[in-house]
């Protein structure tokens, strides 16, 4: 462990070590990755798992995935990029309340259990699927890392899933401080065997282009859902146009609050400073990050931001709530803005700050690179799960 901006973060094996990341090691480690949700599913953890998991097989772990369909025409198994991937109809049986199916889908997991033998099994703590993890615990054991990628629910109590999840983890790992704090404090226990990894992003190949300022781009990029609150940067419009009428804001992403964006810029009378760009993929998210001018994330709520980091990679200052882990990422007064949930004044207020101070914008994104590449490096991150992975299996 080290500090670094006075955190607490876990950095695995040593800059020397990394210059030889990819080689292979002697000892092999079978790795089970149980996830809810794999590629090409498009999400945090998914763009994660989609970079961390083939480092990690080159760095020669074996590597297994179970996941689910999540209502889509995937096979039940295939293997890409060399990592064999399970998917079962988890959350169709259980919205069904199906025993049957459920009954078969756990025979199924357990068979995938005895079969790959894995030394270990990391799971990212987030839906119903932990339940079969229990049900077919005895199918083959092996340590159990759980990460946490969202702050927990301060209502944990005893006997719930999150307690037997806690109960059952050799090590339990927060994305940021924020996230694991709110798993220790309802379960202090978990302390000498927790840590903070944060996640890390490859170095963009794309230089950062200068800020445009003419025509100011405001970018919300994400999932359309409620919790991420791009009605509020919608509702924020009008403030910021009256003063910077050239200004457009741009939302980037989908999901079932497209229609409801949509309306609410036409009543505020914004439709032509708006515009709602759809699925943006996740090749060609640096790119649309190059051509705005800040990046606005008025959550309600966030483990760790990506894109919040991805901002920062290209040089540009964010305002965001501040909530869960965002202030590690988002410095208020120097890397960004950090302002209140819920609160579109202020977020229009403070969208205008930095659109009326070009140079502390400027300012701001060349410290949230420089402050990227030390913390949130892709490097660390692997290094540190390789070395983890390694201690606990």
Request: hydrophobic share 45%; glycine share 8%.
């Amino acid at each position: 462990m080290r500090e670094l901006f006075g955190l607490r973060v876990s950095t695995g094996a040593t800059r020397e070590s990394a210059a030889s990341s990819d080689v292979l090691k002697a000892s092999r480690v079978r790795l089970l990755y149980w996830t809810e949700v794999i590629w090409p599913h498009i999400g945090g953890i998914q763009v994660m798992a989609s970079q961390t998991l083939p480092a990690l097989r080159r760095r020669g772990y074996e590597i297994a995935v179970v996941s689910s369909h999540i209502g889509a025409p995937l096979p039940d198994e295939e293997v890409s990029a060399g990592i064999r991937v399970h998917r079962f109809a988890i959350r169709e049986a259980m919205a069904a309340n199906d025993a049957d199916s459920l009954a078969r889908i756990a025979e199924r997991i357990a068979a995938v259990k005895r079969r790959f033998e894995p030394d270990l099994v990391h799971m990212n703590f987030a839906g119903p699927s932990m339940l079969l993890y229990f049900r077919t615990a005895n199918a083959h054991r092996a340590p159990l890392v759980i990460a946490f990628r969202g702050v927990v629910d301060e209502s944990a109590m005893p006997g719930t899933l999150l307690d037997h999840a806690v109960t059952s983890a050799s090590w339990a790992v927060g994305v940021s401080r924020a996230v694991l704090d709110s798993v220790v404090a309802p379960f202090p226990e978990i302390v000498p065997r927790a840590s903070v990894i944060y996640n890390g992003f490859k170095e963009p190949t794309l230089a950062p282009a200068p800020l445009p300022f003419d025509a100011p781009r405001i970018l919300c990029l994400g999932r359309l859902a409620a919790e991420k609150r791009f009605d509020l940067a919608v509702a924020a419009m009008p403030r910021v146009l009256s003063s910077f009428p050239s200004a457009k804001l741009l939302i980037a992403g989908d999901g079932p609050e497209r229609e409801r964006l949509e309306r609410l810029a036409s009543d505020l009378g914004i439709d032509s400073a708006t515009s709602l760009l759809g699925w943006v993929s996740p090749d060609d998210v640096h790119a649309l990050l190059n051509d705005t001018t800040l990046l606005v994330m008025p959550s309600r709520n966030e483990g760790l931001p990506g894109v919040a980091i991805q901002a920062a990679q290209m040089g540009r200052p964010v305002i965001a709530t501040r909530v869960g882990g965002t202030p590690e990422v988002v410095v208020h007064g120097e890397t960004g803005l950090l302002i209140a949930p819920g609160d579109a004044q202020e977020l229009g207020d403070s969208i205008c700050t930095l659109l009326a101070n070009p140079r502390i914008a400027r300012d701001m994104g060349m410290r949230a690179r420089e402050r990227s590449r030390l913390v949130f490096d892709w490097q660390t991150h692997v290094d540190a799960y390789d070395d983890l992975y390694r201690r606990v299996g």
